[in-house]
């Protein structure tokens, strides 16, 4: 699970922000104070933090100078105000990687968490087959050939995490479906011919050459060079 530290002073924002990111998977940790953020990313382990600029305690390019100090090298997005600029220019030096104008739109700051988050995610730390990683949080399918990525539904990471895990053997239908969401259930055989569509789909979207193939009456392979 991919860790994440917020500090933002506001409730309302500090709150609405921690439970959008938990309902996308990740693992949340929200400080409202800046001097209790700093503390934090300096001594914990954080994969990505996200800092207000302006905070009582410690600004937030204080916090983000501080985890360079101590030797912290994770990905720090800044949330600044509307026509900041000066803000953007102490932020890169105080050691920011990215920011956000507040405010923002929600899809905006979960691309961007993706995007820094899949930055500190090594190639390895995923699942891999052929040229596709499936992301540790299991959702964001990347193509190492072409470094286009896209994001799966859990119902389709889980099927997919379920072909990965064959390692290009054919397997039936109702096991897929078993691996894949643990239950029998006769609904869920019939699904896995839908996600298995999407899946498709969305290799060839990132370019991938891996490919799902249907064996007549045995049921489904995964394939490193099915596309080409
Ligand atoms: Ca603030």
Same mark, same amino acid.
């Given at each position: 699970?991919i860790?994440?530290?917020?500090v933002?002073?506001e409730p309302?924002m500090?709150?609405?922000?921690g439970?959008?990111l938990?309902?996308?998977g990740?693992?949340?940790?929200?400080?409202?104070?800046g001097?209790?953020?700093?503390?934090?990313i300096v001594?914990q382990?954080? &994969?990505?933090a996200i %800092?207000?600029v302006?905070?009582p /305690?410690? !600004?937030?390019?204080?916090?983000a100078?501080a @985890?360079?100090q101590?030797?912290?090298?994770?990905?720090?997005l800044?949330?600044t105000?509307r026509d900041?600029?000066?803000?953007?220019?102490?932020?890169?030096?105080s050691?920011?990687?990215?920011?956000?104008?507040?405010?923002f739109d929600?899809?905006e700051l979960?691309?961007r968490v993706r995007?820094m988050?899949?930055r500190?995610?090594?190639?390895?730390?995923g699942?891999?087959?052929g040229d596709?990683?499936?992301?540790? &949080?299991?959702?964001? %399918?990347?193509?190492l050939?072409? /470094?286009q !990525?896209?994001?799966?539904?859990?119902?389709e @990471?889980k099927l997919l995490?379920a072909?990965i895990?064959?390692?290009?053997?054919?397997?039936?239908?109702?096991l897929l479906?078993v691996?894949?969401?643990?239950?029998?259930d006769?609904?869920?055989?019939?699904?896995?011919e839908v996600?298995?569509?999407?899946l498709?789909r969305?290799?060839?979207?990132?370019?991938s050459?891996v490919?799902i193939k249907a064996?007549?009456?045995?049921?489904?392979?995964?394939?490193?060079?099915?596309?080409?």
């Open positions: 699970m860790r994440l530290l917020i933002e002073d309302r500090s709150e609405a922000l439970e959008l938990r309902r996308e990740y693992e949340v940790c929200v400080c409202t104070d001097q209790q953020g700093m503390l934090a001594d382990d954080f &994969d990505a %800092l207000d302006m905070l /305690g410690a !600004s937030g390019f204080e916090i100078a @985890a360079r101590a030797g912290r090298s994770l990905p720090i800044m949330l105000a900041a600029v000066e803000d953007k220019v102490i932020g890169l030096d050691g920011a990687d990215d920011y956000l104008i507040k405010p929600a899809r979960l691309a995007a988050t899949r500190v995610t090594p190639a390895n730390a699942k891999r087959y596709i990683v499936l992301t540790m &949080d299991g959702f964001d %399918l990347l193509c050939h072409t /470094g !990525s896209v994001r799966l539904t859990p119902k @990471a995490d072909l895990e064959t390692d290009g053997r054919t397997i039936t239908r109702e479906a691996r894949a969401y643990g239950y029998q006769t609904a869920e055989y019939n699904n896995v996600y298995l569509t999407f498709r969305k290799l060839k979207f990132i370019g050459g490919g064996r007549r009456g045995l049921g489904y392979q995964i394939r490193e060079d099915a596309g080409v």
